[in-house]
Every structure is written in C-alpha cells, then in structure tokens.
C-alpha cells in the first residue's frame, strides 16, 4: 500500500510533505505526495475572520472522501477546534519557534544568511528603534499585530498574504518596510536553495523569544488522518511521532482554547516541558490601540503548574472635555485624533453630521470565478466611511474581503483595522491627487482598481487613474445622508475642521453656527464650502499632512499662547 500524503502546493508546504515521506521511507514504509488547493491560497486579503482554518479544512477534507490517507500541516495553522471526524496522527519533532524581522538590506543590520547561522537574539525595544514613525509591517496575524503595536502603535500593520516567496517579493518591492515571518519557515526553505535569488537583498533581527512568545504550535509539522483510519495508521504514528513535541504542542494548544482563543487570538503560548511563556493582549485590544490609547498585557514566564491566566480586561475610555477656552468643532468622529490633541492640551469636541447608507447592491459579486490571482482587482477606499461599508459589504460578499484592499490613508486604514481587516495597502495620501499619483507610481498598468465612492464624491481619482491607462471600476458604494441636529454652542475662537463635501453640507442645511475660522480635509471639500452661503464669513484652509500633526501645528501656530 502506498500512503497518500495530502499538502498544499507551496515550497514550504512541500518541504513539509516531503519530510513525512523521508521518515517513512526510512522504515520501508512507501508513500507519494498529493498536492492540493484551498480557498485560502486563493486570497490576498485580510480579512482572516473568513479564512481561518481553509488553508487547513481543504486538506482535511479530502482524508474524509478518501482521495488522500493522512494530511501535512504548519502546526500553528490548526485551528483548536477541529472537525471531530478528524485526528492528529503525528507530530515531527519540532524545529525552532522563533519569528524574524526581515527587511532590504539595511546599513548596520545584519543580513538574513547572518541571522540564520547565529543563535543570538535582539529585544524587540531595540529592533524598532531601526524603524521610522509610521513605518510600514507586513503580517495578519493577531499575536504579531498586538506585541508589535503594543511597543509602538505609530505602526502600521499591512496584509501581505501568500506563500513566503510571495511576502518577499512584496518586501522587495517596497509594499512594506518589513515583514514578520516564523524562521522556522525561512529556514527549510534556504535550505533547499528556494531562496537563493533574494537572500542577498535581505537583512534580518531574530526577535528575543523573551519578548515575543510563540504562536502555539509553531515549528512543529502536523500529521491528521480521518478518525475512521486512527487506529489502522498507529504504525505509522510511531514512525512520526515525537513525544516531547506532542506533550508541548498540545499543552499550547490546551492553553490558548482555555482563554477562548483561536488562530487568530492575540496570545503567544510557548511549552517546555514543565515551563511555560505566555503574553495575552486584551481581546478588544484593537478597538483600544484605535482609540490610541496603551493596553496592557498579560505576561507569564515560569512553571505551569502556577500558571493562572487572567486576561486582561480594558474598557474603551471616552476624551474628557475640559470646557475651557477654545476647541475644534470636528467632525472626523475620531477618538484617537481627539486623544493625540488631548496630549497636546488641545481640545477637540466630535461631532457627528452624515448617516453613512451603504448601497450593498450596487456592489459587484462573483467576479473572481474567472480570473487568476495575479490579475484580481485592488479595492480603493477613500475614506472610514468608504472602509465600513466595505466591511459590510465583504459579510454578505465573499469576493470583496478576499481581494487586496488599499487605503488612502492611516485614519482608512485604521477604520479597517478597528472592524478586524487590515489592509494591503495604505498610501498615506492626504487627498486624491496625491492617491493618483501613489497608485501611478506603485503598480503596473495592467492593475485592476475597484473604486466604491459616495454619491456626493467628485470622479478626480477615477479620471486620473483612467488616463493613466489603468482599468478602474467605479459605483456609488455609500450614500452620504445629513443628519438632523441640535444647535451647537460655538465660540468665535473655535475652529470647524469638516471632514468631507457631505459634512459641510450637513452643517449647513442643520444652520449650524459657523466660527471664523474652518479647516477641510481636501480641495473638494474647500470647493463645496465655498459654493454654500453659509460659510461666506469663514476663512478656510486645507489641512496639509497627517491629520493630527496638522492640527497639533495650527493650534499651535494660530491658537498657542
């Protein structure tokens, strides 16, 4: 009888595959590989709450209608909770559980050849120090997200999907400033040459395990089989299985379903034998690091037996309003903008003027069935409101979070982030001059852009990007409706800053009181101000650069004392 080993196709999927086969001829056992495809290789978003386990689940399936007899799997990919139908077999004794920064060859940063022949390790405090604000990584993953940010949230965290080559590659390009990848990976893959043709234009730092515990299961090479087939495969169990990694792997696992975590959980787990090594973020610590406010983590690192895990639990804090002297009247709606002025003694009143009414059928559906990957469109969102209809839009529309998404900005792309999608691309682009020449500048001509806009939004971006040759799908996404408001208290030393065209009609339909002076995010939106009569008395400005520095620079320029 010759064993059907089940795989993904990649090089590192292989490579595991492959390692199964070797420990099995060894013992005159015969067996083939069988690679196979899933749904998950055949995305490039980030919305993972839609995706987890298919990289997994697609195997699998094929052990239960017989097409393969036992399945290979990263161990850290698993979900802890699997079809029941389906046993671990085996586990391969495990490699190493480190992660790797990896950026383009850096002046002072040691290259990846380096790295990966010496064992020490940098703390993760040190490592960033090499970053600049705003600075750009590239990882999904929840437990990478949360350490990183947790050290500096002025980062900003990008879906770069795909096999490992194919995260190199977007590094290379200058998508992102780094990536974040297990090193075990990196590994067995430059051990069978698959990266000869990057590694020179590497560089890397191994992230000290003492800040950075492990994904559970990382390192570890998974063997499932159907349940049915358990007992008929223990001889084979007992070629592959390693006991230590099997005690060590499901303690980690016992842990992190234990705190009610899944893949996507903000928790590194690591066994040892008796020791254990945890770090919990809170689970809402999204909506937290959005706010722009710190949250603190649960850190263990000792024996098990005296573990006590308590997730830490933090509620969202509202900015308190001094109501002193003058404020800006804002209608970004933005408590993290409001915080970075609140440090800077600067007070910022949100105030709320446009319903956002997606238009979920005006969406397109279905329309990957014919394409292949490397030709599947990026969706460009302009705005938080364009990203929360998208997050809508991707619940009932599978095609829409599978596809790479792109942000105009940091505040689009952190609207994302806050509903769970992180996003491929953020151009950190004030206006859609500055977008067009980003996507001009960055991708090839024969990109696809999907463009949902509002129906009050100019066709400046959508033009722009036609006449350079590029193919651009546009439809009204979102309307934006005013909403009925109250009379808001205005001090002639305050200043509007109105976020869109659609705000400042709001304001104006409401009769809102206008101060002297306005600040607008954008030229569209200084040209609607000046075509309504309601702002005639008003001096207004654009506001240049990322939107809190620039309000902390004119408050300081025009308002400081």
Request: charged share 20%; aromatic share 6%; proline share 6%.
């Amino acid at each position: 009888m010759t064993i059907r080993i089940g795989t993904r196709a990649s090089n590192l999927a292989l490579w595991q595959a492959t390692a199964v086969r070797n420990a099995l001829a060894e013992q005159g056992i015969d067996a083939e590989l069988v690679p196979l495809s899933s749904t998950g290789d055949r995305s490039l978003g980030g919305q993972l709450s839609a995706s987890v386990g298919q990289f997994i689940h697609a195997i699998d399936d094929r052990l239960l209608t017989g097409e393969v007899d036992i399945a290979v799997h990263s161990g850290k990919d698993v979900p802890v909770d699997v079809d029941e139908r389906i046993q671990n077999l085996a586990y391969l004794e495990r490699g190493g559980t480190a992660d790797l920064v990896i950026m383009r060859t850096t002046p002072g940063v040691p290259s990846l050849e380096t790295v990966l022949g010496d064992p020490s390790a940098t703390p993760l405090a040190t490592l960033l120090q090499c970053f600049p604000d705003g600075a750009t990584f590239g990882t999904v993953s929840g437990r990478r997200q949360s350490f990183l940010l947790s050290q500096r949230p002025d980062l900003i965290p990008l879906a770069v999907r795909g096999h490992v080559e194919t995260r190199i590659g977007r590094l290379l390009e200058g998508r992102v400033d780094a990536i974040i990848l297990a090193e075990i990976g990196i590994s067995r893959l430059n051990s069978v040459g698959a990266l000869d043709d990057v590694k020179d234009q590497l560089s890397a730092f191994r992230i000290d395990p003492a800040d950075w515990p492990t994904a559970p299961g990382q390192g570890a090479i998974a063997v499932h089989c159907s349940d049915a087939r358990f007992e008929e495969f223990q001889s084979l169990r007992s070629v592959l299985n390693h006991e230590q990694t099997e005690h060590d792997v499901d303690a980690e696992r016992h842990l992190l379903k234990q705190v009610g975590g899944g893949c996507l959980f903000p928790a590194g787990i690591g066994v040892s034998g008796d020791d254990v090594h945890v770090q919990v973020a809170p689970e809402n610590w999204r909506a937290i690091f959005c706010q722009g406010t710190p949250y603190a983590m649960f850190q263990y690192a000792g024996e098990r037996q005296g573990l006590k895990i308590a997730l830490p639990v933090q509620p969202l804090e509202q900015p308190r309003m001094q109501g002193t002297g003058p404020r800006y009247l804002s209608t970004l709606n933005s408590d993290r903008i409001s915080r970075v002025l609140a440090s800077q003694g600067i007070e910022m009143e949100n105030i709320p003027v446009v319903d956002l009414v997606p238009m979920l059928d005006n969406w397109p559906s279905a329309f990957l069935q014919d394409q292949s990957k490397r030709d599947w469109p990026y969706l460009v969102l302009t705005s938080p409101f364009a990203a929360k209809c998208a997050v809508k839009a991707a619940q009932s529309n599978p095609d829409i979070g599978r596809i790479p998404w792109l942000a105009i900005g940091e505040g689009t792309a952190r609207a994302c982030f806050r509903l769970g999608v992180t996003v491929a691309v953020c151009a950190k682009a004030r206006n859609a001059r500055e977008l067009a020449a980003y996507i001009i500048e960055t991708f090839p001509q024969n990109t696809t852009f999907y463009l949902p806009r509002s129906d009050l939004a100019a066709r400046d971006l959508e033009e722009k990007l036609r006449g350079a040759d590029f193919e651009v799908e546009s439809w009204i996404g979102y309307e934006n409706r005013p909403k009925d408001l109250d009379a808001v208290e205005v001090d002639p030393l305050d200043v509007l800053v109105l976020s869109s065209a659609s705000s400042a009609r709001s304001w104006a339909k409401n009769g809102l009181k206008v101060p002297h002076e306005i600040l607008c995010m954008g030229e569209n939106a200084r040209t609607t101000i000046a075509s309504l009569d309601h702002f005639d008395d008003a001096h207004v400005s654009v506001l240049s650069g990322p939107t809190s520095e620039s309000l902390v620079e004119w408050w300081k320029e025009h308002r400081g004392n």
